[in-house]
């Protein structure tokens, strides 16, 4: 079953403003990241935040982490145009897809910075 | 060259063609992955390749063939696809299991006729 579901689905602000997405999640996780695309191309890694931490922050980015509510959120602070890409979480677990342990994304918030 | 590189990054190939990706990372990482995108999907996990040898294949058709010749170079031969194969494949790879960061190429955007 899909593991990562992130909200909203499409995001339009403009340049300066906040961007918030919202990613949740079903079962027990070692890490949850978060990766940007640009449109047709490859994803990029942004951050990663393991079950036992709570916020993380990477330049501009800050993601937090509720294990409690199975729940994760990406703030993007004082966005630019160029932030605008598709934006997804992804969900590490070792008990999924064999003794490798694997990835599992959403299908990812859209967003739109306008200048 | 840094980071994961795939060719070609379009094709287009009829359905009884026979055609290879190609991916290669210069990363040094042991682990190597091929995923599906498409448009309005989840990403979709197709193998996992981890010091050479394939440790996952997710219920693939096999129409798609995978090959890890070194730690490096990751294949995926195609042949007899159909229309619904067309998407975007990427291919990442990591340092650890599956559940580290991975590194993703550009991908290769697939039309299938």
């Known amino acids: 079953s899909q593991q990562g579901e992130e909200d909203p689905q499409a995001l339009s602000i403009q340049e300066g403003e906040n961007a918030t997405m919202n990613c949740s999640y079903k079962t027990s996780i070692n890490n949850l990241q978060w990766y940007r695309q640009n449109s047709g191309r490859g994803l990029v890694h942004l951050i990663l935040i393991r079950s036992n931490e709570r916020e993380k922050h990477s330049g501009r980015l800050r993601v937090t982490l509720d294990t409690s509510k199975k729940s994760s959120s990406l703030l993007i602070t004082a966005s630019r145009a160029a932030d605008t890409a598709s934006y997804f979480c992804a969900t590490a677990s070792p008990n999924y897809g064999g003794s490798q342990g694997n990835l599992i994304f959403g299908k990812g918030t859209k967003l739109s910075v306008k200048p | 060259e840094t980071g994961v590189t795939q060719t070609p990054r379009h094709l287009v190939m009829g359905m009884t063609n026979k055609k290879s990706l190609k991916c290669e990372q210069h990363l040094g990482h042991n682990a190597m992955y091929w995923y599906k995108q498409s448009a309005k999907k989840p990403l979709e996990l197709m193998f996992v390749?981890?010091?050479?040898?394939?440790?996952e294949n997710n219920s693939v058709p096999s129409r798609f063939s995978p090959e890890c010749p070194n730690s490096s170079h990751l294949f995926l031969h195609l042949h007899t696809l159909q229309p619904e194969d067309s998407a975007l494949y990427l291919c990442?790879?990591?340092?650890?299991?599956?559940?580290?960061?991975?590194?993703f190429g550009p991908g290769t955007r697939l039309t299938v006729t």
């Open positions: 390749y981890s010091l050479e040898e394939r440790v």
């Open positions: 990442a790879s990591s340092q650890g299991d599956g559940t580290y960061e991975q590194y």
